[in-house]
């Protein structure tokens, strides 16, 4: 199970990473459209995971945050 919430928790990660990657880029670049796009779609899966139980699995969705299991247990 904990192989699972590494997983999940490095996804969350990833999608965080990427939405402030397409954020900067939206604002910086000629290819705003496309970045823009991005930025939504990562956007609507922060919201997606959000609405989860993100304690319980172990993640945070606070920008620039993910909170490990000790993080949880000690909040």
Request: aromatic share 10%; glycine share 2%.
């Amino acid at each position: 199970m904990k192989d699972s919430y590494t997983t999940l928790i490095s996804l969350v990660q990833r999608i965080k990473e990427e939405h402030d990657i397409a954020y900067d880029a939206s604002n910086n670049t000629k290819h705003s459209e496309y970045w823009l796009g991005r930025f939504a779609i990562t956007q609507e899966l922060l919201n997606y995971f959000d609405k989860q139980k993100p304690k319980r699995a172990g993640y945070s969705i606070c920008r620039r945050c993910i909170l490990t299991d000790d993080d949880i247990k000690n909040s």
